[in-house]
C-alpha cells in the first residue's frame, strides 16, 4: 500500500481526531412581494381601454371617449365610472354611484337568498323484510317530515345474503315512494351505495 494509501488506513484513524466544522446558514424567509389587486369591477382609474361607450347616469348615450374624459364627467357629478359590459367593443361603462349600487347589489342577493327554500334533511330506513306495520309507521313519518317542509333521504339496507337480491330492494324502494300521498319530488334519483340502495325527496 502506497503512503497516500496509509494515510486513509483505518487502522491510524483512531489515532487522529478530526473536527469537522459546519456552518449554519439562515436564509431569509421569502416574502411575496405586496400585489394590489384590481375590483371585480373595474372603475375609475382601474377601467384600462384606450376608448369606451359610455352611459349617463339616467341612462343617456353619451358617446365613445377616453376613460380619462369620461371619469372627468363623471366626476363633475360626484359620481363614478364604472364598467358594466367589459366584454362589449368598446367595452361599456356607466356613470353611477358604486357604493349605492354595491348596497343594492348585495340586498338583491340576501332576499334572493332568502326566498331560496331551505330544508331539514330527515333520514328514513327500511329493510328488504320490513312488514307492513312497519312499512305504514315509516310511510307515516316520512309526510310528516315533508308537511313540515324537510329533505327526506329514504334508504333501504341490505345485510348478508340479502345482497343478492338487489333488484328486489330497489323495486320495494320504488312501491315505498308510490305509497307516499303528501306531495314531493325527487331531488336525488335512485342509487347505490355499499349498504343498499337511497333516494332523496323534497316538498313539492
Given at each position: 500500500m502506497n503512503n497516500f494509501g496509509r494515510e486513509f488506513d483505518s487502522r491510524h484513524l483512531h489515532n487522529n481526531e478530526v473536527i469537522i466544522k459546519i456552518?449554519?446558514?439562515?436564509?431569509?424567509?421569502?416574502?411575496?412581494?405586496?400585489?394590489?389587486?384590481?375590483?371585480?369591477?373595474?372603475?375609475?382609474?382601474?377601467?384600462?381601454?384606450?376608448?369606451?361607450?359610455?352611459v349617463g347616469e339616467n341612462g343617456e348615450q353619451l358617446g365613445v371617449m377616453t376613460p380619462e374624459a369620461a371619469l372627468?364627467?363623471?366626476?363633475?357629478?360626484?359620481?363614478?365610472?364604472?364598467?358594466?359590459?367589459?366584454?362589449?367593443?368598446p367595452p361599456v361603462c356607466r356613470i353611477m354611484d358604486f357604493g349605492k349600487f354595491q348596497y343594492q347589489k348585495s340586498r338583491q342577493e340576501?332576499?334572493?337568498?332568502?326566498?331560496?327554500?331551505?330544508?331539514?334533511?330527515?333520514g328514513i330506513r327500511l329493510g328488504v323484510r320490513t312488514d307492513e306495520h312497519d312499512l305504514d309507521f315509516k310511510r307515516?313519518?316520512?309526510?310528516?317530515?315533508?308537511?313540515?317542509?324537510?329533505?327526506?333521504?329514504?334508504?333501504i339496507l341490505l345485510r348478508g345474503r340479502e345482497k343478492i337480491h338487489q333488484d328486489?330492494?330497489?323495486?320495494?324502494?320504488?312501491?315505498f315512494l308510490k305509497s307516499i300521498i303528501t306531495d314531493y319530488k325527487v331531488e336525488q334519483d335512485i342509487?347505490?351505495?355499499?349498504?343498499?340502495?337511497?333516494v332523496i325527496i323534497i316538498p313539492s
Open positions: 456552518k449554519k446558514i439562515r436564509r431569509t424567509p421569502f416574502r411575496r412581494p405586496f400585489v394590489r389587486k384590481e375590483p371585480l369591477t373595474r372603475i375609475n382609474e382601474y377601467i384600462r381601454a384606450r376608448e369606451i361607450r359610455v372627468q364627467i363623471a366626476r363633475e357629478s360626484a359620481l363614478d365610472l364604472v364598467e358594466v359590459a367589459p366584454k362589449a367593443v340576501r332576499l334572493s337568498k332568502a326566498k331560496q327554500k331551505k330544508f331539514d334533511i330527515k307515516n313519518q316520512t309526510e310528516k317530515f315533508l308537511k313540515k317542509g324537510n329533505k327526506v333521504k329514504v334508504e328486489l330492494a330497489r323495486e320495494n324502494l320504488i312501491n342509487k347505490r351505495f355499499p349498504g343498499g340502495f337511497n
